[in-house]
């Protein structure tokens, strides 16, 4: 599919998500729809969507051992093994996943492929991505963890403390009056910036970009979509946050109330993150789950010393060369072939013949 | 199932995770606190500006305030409404508003906002 098309259709998708609830809520006054039925209706569509397919992959045998081995497996005792590149025990694989899933190891071992001087062709290390993925990641956690003062009461410490660290900077003093209140928070614009990365890294480097589809972009721009309403939402257009925590309050508790009028804004935020939410189970997203289960990361290599029987295989007669022997055996000796055993006399006499 | 028991127990940790507010706020009926206003403050019936510009950028204004006080010397507000007030959390603002702990701290401890105003100012001393 054309970038270009991928692109464009991924933004209008977008755009069209954004007018939805600003018409919605701002001109026909739907805030029961867009505050409260279309986030359950999301969440409920997240669980049951989530659990569905982490169930859809339990349900999938994996017949035999695929783990990438990316080092010297376990062998003799005087060659040194690499327990988290070719995990042999369950200890090892659980190492794998912990490093795979909090630094995304994978990522940091992408190299590039080029050539050097001439025609000799060289790896290089590409970090790029790692670093992009592991920014992009961990700010959004922050923002994540953050939103938890919305959905708590009391807001556990913990949330305090981070929100602290997060605005460690207190660039709410200056340099513009009044524009940067209440006190700027890092991980949003790390998290905007990061998102950026990603999206002109598919424009720009052109395998990439060969590969990227509109599900590529899309979930890229929903997401920036999302951050952009939240950062205005904070500094510039803002909306009273204390209805909107009467809203949130609402749904977690399930008494669910539309307090007296929140910005148009918080409503667009609030739908955006609605359909990301139900979108994940049906998209590339989902990964967040499908880490966990990836037979690549999480099966042991054991093939040398456990025995693996595929689960499906067909139960096939077989008629074994011990068997075949067994019942040919007399015939076998008669016409003088090889057999694996004589029978007692016939050894008995072979060996007199010998003599 | 191939694994069952690992992979149920790890998707019962995954979403029990994700709905940790759920059960968090099991049972509460979290209310959002009442803005309680003082005597003086209802007889005032009218802040420097509307309400509802004053509940969202209440501390973009005390921040310009204070810069244009402390950088500007300027000392007087004209409010959108014609009258004109001067600049001061603790002889404006407070002169009202002197019920700190249920005007301020309630809605700021509601949504885990600490702001730093009594680094330098001074607190009211309420009349329980």
Known sequence: MNFIFSIVL?????????????????????????GIIIPYIALFVFFAGIIGRVIGWARSPVPFRIPTTAGQQWSLPWIRRSPLENPKSTAGVVGRMIFEVLTFRSLFRNTKLQFRSGFRIGYEWEKWLWLFALAFHYSFLVVLIRH??????PIPGFVNLIEQLDGLMQTG????????????MISGFVLLGAVTLLVLRRILIPQVNYVSLPGDYFPLFLIT??????????????????????????????????PYEIGVLFYIHLFLVSVLIAYIPFSKITHMAGVFLSPTRNLSNNSRFVRHINPWSYPVPVHTYDEYEEEFRDKMIAVGLPVEKMPEEEAGSAEEEKE | MYDGGKIITGLVIGVGLLLFPVFYNAGKAAKAPERVLTEKAKAAQKCVEPISFMKTEHMKMLDEWRQQVVRDDVRYYKSTSGKE?????????????????????????????DPYCWDCHIEPKENQ
């Open chain 1, 148 to 153: 938890l003062r919305f959905f708590t009461e």
């Open chain 2, 85 to 113: 007030y001067y600049k001061g959390l603790q002889t404006t603002c407070l002169d009202c508003h002197s019920n700190k702990s249920k005007f301020c701290d309630q809605c700021h401890d509601y949504v885990g906002v």
């Open chain 1, 10 to 34: 991924s933004s209008v998708v977008v755009l069209i998500l954004v007018l939805i609830p600003w018409i919605g809520v701002g001109a026909l006054k739907l805030d029961t729809l867009f």
């Open chain 1, 173 to 184: 003093v200056a340099p513009v009056e009044g524009f940067m209140l209440p006190s700027v």
């Open chain 1, 225 to 258: 979509a999302i951050g952009l309403t939240g950062v205005l939402m904070r500094y510039v257009l803002k909306v009273d946050i204390v209805s909107v925590k009467e809203l949130t309050m609402g749904l977690v508790t399930f008494r669910p109330s539309i």
